[in-house]
């Protein structure tokens, strides 16, 4: 099966993409596009995944870049040859041609950012634990320490988990006030005690109120669509034993 790749005109014309979970080698409850090295999938189908990932991006698997992601606001500058084995961070950036970045998410929100006239790129895994601490500023402040002006940065959040799948308590909720009172509009009733939390919604706003030139979603919901997308909280809701992972990429 061809795999199927979403891109964003914002980012255009570099070459990118969050890509579905069509086309690729895993089976079972990884059926597809499993590119969670992570994961408890067989490691040929996953090298496979990945390779066949790398060839649309124009690249060798070698050369595309990713981090171990620990839901931090840590960032690495990608300068030639990736690393082995791979940092513990949540994002990446560059300003070196030819260098792919990749991230993986299973409802976290995948971030592209692309400042087209400096050169500079960047890609940020960003679930609330990285998104309120700083994952989405830290990537742009990476960028313009690599020459991108703020005012010129574009960034896309890819497939993430919509509001109207992602239930909170209310520990949560109170985690985001802490931080900010008016983080309540990026939260509605559920039922009960239970909140239903705006992720790409707040992550808009960081990006925005980070002094970026443009941000959208493409909105489309990861938990909603099985066909097409991983999701960690529907692997848990059908209690199956592990979940695949979804791969983003955007190559200078």
């Known amino acids: 099966m061809t795999l199927e790749i979403i891109?964003?005109?914002?980012?255009?014309?570099?070459?990118?993409?969050?890509?579905?979970r069509r086309g690729g080698?895993?089976?079972?409850?990884?059926?597809?596009l499993n590119c969670g090295l992570g994961s408890s999938d067989q490691a040929n189908a996953v090298e496979i995944?990945?390779?066949r990932v790398a060839r649309a991006m124009d690249a060798m698997p070698s050369q595309m870049w990713r981090v171990n992601q620990t839901h931090s606001a840590n960032v690495v500058v990608a300068d030639g040859a990736a690393t082995h084995p791979p940092a513990e961070a949540d994002a990446l950036v560059t300003a070196t041609p030819g260098t792919l970045l990749s991230i993986l998410t299973a409802d976290c929100a995948p971030v592209l950012f692309a400042d087209h006239s400096a050169g500079v790129v960047g890609a940020a895994h960003a679930g609330w634990r990285g998104a309120i601490s700083g994952i989405l500023d830290a990537t742009v402040d990476a960028m313009?320490?690599?020459?991108?002006?703020?005012?010129?940065?574009?960034a896309v959040?890819?497939?993430?988990?919509?509001?109207?799948?992602?239930?909170v308590g209310?520990?949560?909720?109170?985690?985001?006030?802490?931080?900010?009172?008016?983080?309540?509009?990026?939260?509605?009733?559920?039922?009960?005690?239970?909140?239903?939390?705006?992720?790409?919604?707040?992550?808009?706003?960081?990006?925005?109120?980070?002094?970026?030139?443009?941000?959208?979603?493409?909105?489309?919901?990861?938990?909603?669509?099985?066909?097409?997308?991983?999701?960690?909280?529907?692997?848990?809701?059908?209690?199956?034993?592990?979940y695949g992972r979804l791969i983003s990429t955007i190559r200078l």
Not at 144 to 154: C, Q, T
Not at 195 to 217: C, K, N, Q, T, V
């Open 144 to 154: 313009v320490g690599l020459g991108a002006e703020r005012a010129n940065i574009v």
């Open 25 to 32: 080698a895993s089976s079972g409850v990884f059926d597809g």
């Open 49 to 51: 995944n990945r390779a």
């Open 7 to 20: 891109t964003a005109d914002a980012l255009a014309p570099l070459r990118h993409g969050f890509f579905t």
């Open 170 to 242: 209310p520990e949560f909720f109170d985690d985001f006030m802490a931080e900010d009172m008016n983080n309540s509009r990026f939260f509605a009733n559920g039922q009960g005690d239970r909140l239903m939390f705006d992720l790409p919604g707040y992550e808009l706003h960081r990006l925005r109120e980070s002094g970026i030139g443009h941000a959208e979603w493409l909105r489309h919901c990861t938990y909603s669509n099985p066909a097409l997308f991983y999701s960690y909280r529907r692997s848990v809701h059908e209690k199956q034993a592990d």
């Open 157 to 167: 959040i890819g497939p993430t988990i919509s509001q109207r799948a992602y239930e």
